[in-house]
């Protein structure tokens, strides 16, 4: 089974996830990125520096873009989204999201107050479909030494 996925919202940390997606690709992991969708059709190519690195990150060739959320969603039959956008969007995307029982793989923070991921949670509870947050800080040095000090 071949897992398809869709990113919404091509800035700064969407380059990381087009580069672990096309790793587990190149691996045989079952996972493809097939659709992107962003307002900006610049971000779709441009190459992106993260964390004021010099080096930018390669960005997978993706021949299926959009600018608008809705088109992505009625052109692509997606297993996942894997919601990139600014965190002041992530509620509203994420719900919207669920609400068509659409896998969401939604950027941290979740949303920017609790009352918010819990209408997020909510909409999950209501769906077929499920939520994961990309949480991955947690396992990088600085959330190590957080721990340990704690």
Not at 122 to 128: K, Q, V, Y
């Amino acid at each position: 089974m071949m897992l398809r996925v869709g990113i919404w919202g091509c800035g700064g940390i969407s380059a990381m996830h087009r580069s672990a997606y096309k790793k587990m690709e190149e691996c045989g992991a079952g996972v493809k990125l097939v659709a992107l969708c962003d307002i900006n059709k610049e971000n779709f190519d441009r190459e992106i520096k993260i964390n004021l690195s010099k080096n930018a990150q390669p960005l997978a060739k993706i021949d299926r873009c959009y600018t608008d959320i809705d088109e992505m969603l009625e052109k692509e039959q997606l297993d996942m989204v894997d919601v990139c956008l600014p965190s002041q969007l992530h509620k509203e995307a994420a719900i919207k999201l669920l609400r068509r029982n659409i896998n969401v793989l939604l950027e941290k923070p979740m949303a920017l107050s609790a009352q918010d991921c819990r209408e997020i949670i909510a909409a999950e509870e209501r769906s077929d479909a499920r939520l994961m947050v990309a949480q991955c800080e947690r396992f990088t040095a600085g959330s190590d030494y957080l721990k340990v000090a704690a």
